[in-house]
């Protein structure tokens, strides 16, 4: 079995730009405004993310979708190693992220030092049943609210 299914998560949809920023259901979703606001999941997979220095922090290598909620849970950044060995990743709250398009890029408001003490798996032991601490627990570590909330 893959690593989704043991997540219980999905990553083959197109999303929003920043799944936070939309609507909630009650309040009525627009349609998105212009070609940036959707993305295809492949698209998205294998940006750099960047951070406000313009320090590359790593590459977007998965999103995670929670599928309960129908919103993109976390981007999944893969960050040092050498040709995929001893790469480590990182739940990235979706929401901590911004689209820059002129960069063709993602922006996270962070410095590299966050990443020394972050929650980090590698690519064969993924998370494999991610409690609401885990969630709270990434989400406090970047700063962002909750995507639940």
Known sequence: MGRHRRLGLFSGIAMTKNAFSAPRASEGIAPPSSSHDLLSVSTVTENRVLNGRAEPLG??????????????????????????????FFALPWNALKLDVERKCFMLDADKSIFENAPVFDKEHWPESPDRQWHERIHTHYHARPYWQ
């Open 59 to 88: 590459t977007i290598n998965d999103v995670l979708v929670d599928m309960e909620h129908g919103r993109v849970a976390y981007a999944v950044m893969a960050s040092g190693g050498f040709m995929g060995v001893a790469e480590r």
